[in-house]
């Protein structure tokens, strides 16, 4: 396999909520022991990658924010490229929004309700009467909000009726691992919204797309054929590296199960109980 960057997801993979899970230390391990190169690949969007460093910390996880990508940052990175000087509406919470705002990007609100940070601002309640006053965005971002309703389903609805809006999505979990259990996540938004404005978005962004393909390789600056993903989603970790060339572990310690592995096309190289085995995978592979 010559393998010589791994690209870890990280919910379901390294931690649930903000405790390590079971065999994630020992599979760091082994990637540091081989002295291989590593990246994390979240498609959360709502955290940036400083705030990464410090909850895998709190892991017990080493990492710096310099070496985590997410569905955030990602979609800051192909909105400033694709959409630099467009006004950009957002269904989502405030750590998204926040991020493309600190990116340089033209951001308003989507519905009127609060997000988990708490109340929306004022100057958040005035770009959204801004945006019900008749100024149409260039563009729609969908994204996980867990204070998502109605009168916002009924505002992007009514944004998408223009042909000429841009319906983007950040993500396409549709549900997340959380402490609980597992949760609706940006997919589930996006799905809803794609649903009663009879039109798919025109594009997804986080894994296994295309742009954090690039942006995952150009970190590592490896060849795709270099590098093993690490993952438990077969949809999205498991997609990334086969679409992409790359080897492929899934780990069972997330939200796949047996039924979605017997079920699904796409088949990854190893399946994997937890990170503990990863020793034993690069061991056999003469990476470590």
């Not at 997000?115 to 004022?122: E, I, L, P, Q, R």
């Amino acid at each position: 396999m010559g393998v010589r960057g791994v690209i870890f997801d990280v919910d379901g993979t390294l931690v649930r909520g903000n405790e390590p899970i079971t065999g994630a230390d020992a599979g760091l391990a082994a990637v540091e022991r081989a002295g291989l190169r590593r990246l994390f690949v979240s498609n959360n969007p709502t955290k940036p990658p400083a705030a990464y460093e410090r909850r895998l910390g709190r892991a017990g996880i080493t990492a710096e924010a310099s070496d985590v990508i997410t569905a955030g940052t990602v979609t800051a990175a192909y909105l400033t490229e694709h959409h630099a000087s467009d006004e950009i509406a957002v269904v989502g919470e405030s750590g998204l929004v926040d991020l493309l705002r600190s990116a340089g990007l033209s951001v308003t609100v989507v519905g009127s309700g609060t997000d988990t940070a708490g109340a929306a601002s004022s100057a958040d309640r005035d770009a959204e009467a801004q945006m019900d006053g008749g100024a149409t965005p260039d563009v729609l971002v969908a994204s996980v909000d867990r204070d998502f309703n109605y009168e916002t389903l009924r505002e992007s609805l009514w944004l998408l009726e223009d042909s000429s809006v841009t319906f983007v999505g950040t993500d396409p979990d549709i549900v997340i691992p959380a402490p609980e259990g597992d949760v609706p996540g940006s997919g589930a938004v996006i799905d809803a919204i794609a649903n009663v404005a009879g039109r798919d978005p025109s594009i997804v962004l986080g894994k296994p797309s295309d742009t954090v393909r690039t942006m995952a390789l150009d970190h590592l600056d490896l060849p795709p054929e270099d590098v093993l993903v690490v993952g438990d989603r077969l949809d999205t970790d498991v997609a990334l590296g086969e679409r992409a060339g790359m080897t492929t572990a899934l780990v069972r310690t997330g939200v796949t199960d047996e039924a979605d592995l017997a079920a699904s096309p796409i088949e990854p190289d190893y399946v994997l109980d937890s990170l503990a085995e990863l020793p034993e995978l690069l061991a056999d592979t003469g990476d470590v």
